[in-house]
């Protein structure tokens, strides 16, 4: 059974940064291309950056140069280092993994910018 778990969300102030973690259990985890998604009120789920199995990573253009997305296969863990982040930023944020042709989602953790 697969399962992600994210953690690391809270409030801050813009410019400031976070980090998000995500625990992945029931995959040999080294093999797969994880992501971070985000959803913010009103908004459809987007793509905030990937990273394969070779340590290739992929960002959305308004994540290039802020966020940093990173993976360690020994302990099965993802994560996302977001910093000058900006009140547009403010979304529930989810960890992803293809796995054939299921897609398998955390429940996600919000992050709310704002002074």
């Known amino acids: 059974q697969v399962q992600l778990v994210e953690s690391g969300g809270g409030l801050v102030q813009p410019g400031g940064s976070l980090r998000l973690s995500c625990a992945a259990s029931g995959i040999i985890f080294r093999i797969y291309v994880m992501g971070w998604y985000r959803q913010a009120p009103g908004k459809q789920r987007e793509l905030v950056a990937t990273v394969a199995s070779t340590g290739s990573t992929n960002y959305q253009d308004s994540a290039k140069g802020r966020f940093t997305i990173s993976r360690d296969n020994a302990k099965s863990t993802l994560e996302l280092q977001m910093n000058s982040l900006k009140p547009e930023d403010t979304a529930l944020y989810y960890c992803?993994?293809?796995?054939?042709?299921?897609?398998?989602w955390g429940k996600g953790t919000l992050v709310t910018v704002s002074s």
């Open positions: 992803n993994v293809r796995v054939g042709s299921m897609n398998y």
